[in-house]
C-alpha cells in the first residue's frame, strides 16, 4: 500500500523567511496529493492540494510543486508569519476516474516555528 | 468544514469502560472517517464507510467499532479491548462522488482521556 514520508518533522524559521516541507510517496498511482494546516488543539485545515496533472500551484504566499518522476511534492511557504507556526501535514490518495476516491495516507507531520 | 460536529469535546474514561464519541455532517456527504491522531504520529486511520450501512476497517481498527444507518451519522465505540485509547479523535467527512478527488473536511475532534 501506498507511503507517506514527510521531512522534517520540526522546522524554525524567522519571520520572514521562506519555509520548505517535502514529502515522498511510494504508489506511483497516486494522483491527489493535498497539503493540511492543524493548530494547536484544532482540526486539520486544507490550505492547498494538486492533482497529478499539474505540476505546480500556487496561493497568495503557499505553493506546491509535485515530480512525478521522483515522487515526491512540496509545500513552499514565502514571506513567513507568526501566524504560520501550526503542524502541516501532507497526504497522498488514488483518485479512480469513474469509481471511488481511495483513502488518504498521511505523513507524520512537520511542526513548523516562525520567530518573530 | 463547519458542517462536521463531534461530540463531546472532551471525554474521560475509566479502564474496562465502552465510550461512544458521536460525529454527524450536514454537508450531505456519503464518506465518512475516524482517525486517531498521537503525538508525532500523524493521522491513522481506524475505519471509514463510503456509503450508508456500510463501513470498511482502516490501519488501527482493533478495538474499535463503528455504525452507519443514516448518511448524517458516523458514531465510534471505544471498546475496553482498545489497550491504548488516549489520544485525539477526529472525525472527517467527504462527497465520495465525482470524478475529481474532493477535499476531505475534518470535525472539531474529540480529545479522550482514560483515567
Same mark, same amino acid.
Given at each position: 500500500?501506498?507511503?507517506?514520508?514527510?521531512?522534517?518533522?520540526?522546522?524554525?524559521?524567522?519571520?520572514?523567511?521562506?519555509?520548505?516541507?517535502?514529502?515522498?510517496?511510494?504508489?506511483?498511482?497516486?494522483?491527489?496529493?493535498?497539503?493540511?494546516?492543524?493548530?494547536?488543539?484544532?482540526?486539520?485545515?486544507?490550505?492547498?492540494?494538486?492533482?497529478?496533472?499539474?505540476?505546480?500551484?500556487k496561493?497568495?504566499?503557499?505553493?506546491?510543486?509535485?515530480?512525478k518522476?521522483?515522487?515526491?511534492?512540496?509545500?513552499?511557504?514565502?514571506?513567513?508569519?507568526?501566524?504560520?507556526?501550526?503542524?502541516?501535514?501532507?497526504?497522498?490518495s488514488i483518485?479512480?476516474?469513474?469509481?471511488?476516491?481511495?483513502?488518504?495516507?498521511?505523513?507524520?507531520?512537520?511542526?513548523?516555528?516562525?520567530?518573530? | 468544514?463547519?458542517?462536521?460536529?463531534?461530540?463531546?469535546?472532551?471525554?474521560?474514561?475509566?479502564?474496562?469502560?465502552?465510550?461512544?464519541?458521536?460525529?454527524?455532517?450536514?454537508? +450531505?456527504?456519503? &464518506?465518512? @472517517?475516524?482517525?486517531?491522531q498521537?503525538? $508525532? #504520529? *500523524?493521522?491513522?486511520?481506524?475505519?471509514?464507510?463510503q456509503?450508508?450501512?456500510?463501513?470498511?476497517?482502516?490501519d488501527?481498527?482493533?478495538?474499535?467499532s463503528?455504525?452507519?444507518?443514516?448518511?448524517?451519522?458516523?458514531?465510534?465505540?471505544?471498546?475496553?479491548?482498545?489497550? +491504548?485509547?488516549? &489520544?485525539? @479523535?477526529?472525525?472527517?467527512?467527504?462527497? $465520495? #462522488? *465525482?470524478?475529481?478527488?474532493?477535499?476531505?473536511?475534518?470535525?472539531?475532534?474529540?480529545?479522550?482521556?482514560?483515567?
Amino acid at each position: 500500500g501506498e507511503n507517506v514520508e514527510q521531512h522534517p518533522s520540526t522546522l524554525s524559521v524567522q519571520e520572514g523567511d521562506s519555509a520548505v516541507i517535502k514529502c515522498t510517496y511510494s504508489d506511483s498511482a497516486s494522483n491527489y496529493f493535498p497539503w493540511y494546516k492543524q493548530e494547536l488543539g484544532k482540526r486539520p485545515q486544507l490550505i492547498i492540494d494538486i492533482r497529478s496533472n499539474v505540476g505546480e500551484k500556487k496561493d497568495q504566499r503557499i505553493a506546491v510543486t509535485l515530480n512525478k518522476t521522483a515522487k515526491h511534492f512540496s509545500l513552499h511557504i514565502t514571506e513567513t508569519q507568526p501566524e504560520d507556526s501550526a503542524v502541516y501535514f501532507c497526504a497522498a490518495s488514488i483518485r479512480n476516474y469513474g469509481g471511488s476516491q481511495g483513502n488518504l495516507i498521511f505523513g507524520k507531520g512537520t511542526k513548523l516555528s516562525v520567530k518573530p | 468544514d463547519g458542517g462536521i460536529t463531534q461530540s463531546p469535546k472532551y471525554l474521560f474514561r475509566k479502564e474496562g469502560q465502552n465510550v461512544t464519541l458521536s460525529c454527524e455532517q450536514n454537508l +450531505n456527504h456519503d &464518506a465518512m @472517517y475516524w482517525y486517531r491522531q498521537d503525538p $508525532g #504520529q *500523524g493521522l491513522r486511520l481506524i475505519y471509514y464507510s463510503q456509503i450508508v450501512n456500510d463501513f470498511q476497517k482502516g490501519d488501527i481498527a482493533e478495538g474499535y467499532s463503528v455504525s452507519r444507518e443514516k448518511k448524517e451519522s458516523f458514531p465510534l465505540t471505544v471498546t475496553s479491548a482498545q489497550k +491504548n485509547p488516549t &489520544a485525539f @479523535y477526529l472525525c472527517a467527512s467527504t462527497s $465520495g #462522488q *465525482g470524478d475529481l478527488p474532493d477535499t476531505q473536511y475534518f470535525g472539531p475532534g474529540t480529545r479522550l482521556t482514560v483515567l
